[in-house]
């Protein structure tokens, strides 16, 4: 079975910019969620998202937004794009995102701000 | 409102010598527990997970982990290091509001 697939890997933008970032998840998972990783402050919960529904946002402004697909796909945006939005962003997918369920990564993507 | 602490930001190992890594936790309610492993330029994989039962849980490349609730601890362990354990390691806890809290990580150094 094919893992969680993330496009682009890398992407390089200037401030100002939007930017749109996509995430596969693995056959027949329904639950995706969306993580900033940043070396000041880890990883962060972004979203997750549910048979199109979004059912918790973590604490990051709204320039930061995602939807889901009837495929389960997913995407998130972020506008405006500022320098401290550089991060690896990371995309993880489960079943139905119950607390005890595997959530299963993608390998990411990384987003440089200049 | 849950959270994950890793005391250790950094620990250099020999290889072949025994690994220990620290997690506590604060979680209300009965924790679901996992550790990750994060290789350079990689995502996260999951190495073991706890929910109940057993306190001692096996996991993948020789891993293990002991939850402790009287320490709310869940340390992972692996007695003989290799040099491809090199990474990072991350305690989370699943909740029931569909997210994963982290641990700000630990990096591993295997010498040789």
């Known amino acids: 079975k094919a893992g969680v697939t993330q496009t682009p890997r890398y992407l390089i933008k200037t401030r100002g910019q939007q930017v749109t970032l996509s995430c596969s998840p693995i056959?027949?998972?329904?639950?995706v969620s969306w993580y900033q990783q940043t070396p000041g402050q880890g990883l962060q919960f972004l979203f997750e998202y549910f048979s199109e529904t979004q059912r918790n946002k973590g604490n990051f402004p709204g320039r930061f937004s995602g939807r889901q697909f009837s495929n389960s796909r997913s995407e998130m945006n972020v506008s405006t794009l500022e320098l401290g939005d550089s991060a690896l962003y990371l995309c993880a997918s489960s079943l139905s995102g119950g607390a005890r369920e595997t959530q299963y990564f993608g390998p990411g993507t990384r987003l440089l701000v200049l | 409102a849950q959270s994950v602490t890793q005391p250790d930001i950094h620990i250099t190992v020999s290889e072949g010598a025994s690994l220990e890594l620290r997690c506590n936790y604060s979680?209300?309610?009965?924790?679901?527990l996992f550790w990750y492993v994060q290789s350079p330029g990689q995502g996260l994989q999951l190495l073991l997970k706890?929910?109940?039962?057993?306190?001692l849980v096996q996991g993948i490349k020789g891993f293990e982990a002991e939850f402790k609730r009287s320490q709310s601890s869940f340390n992972l362990r692996k007695p003989s290091v290799h040099w491809s354990d090199a990474a990072e390691y991350f305690c989370a806890v699943g909740s029931n509001d569909y997210k994963l809290s982290f641990g700000a990580g630990t990096t591993v150094t295997v010498r040789a």
């Open positions: 706890y929910f109940s039962g057993d306190t």
């Open positions: 979680y209300g309610a009965t924790p679901y």
């Open positions: 056959s027949g998972h329904r639950s």
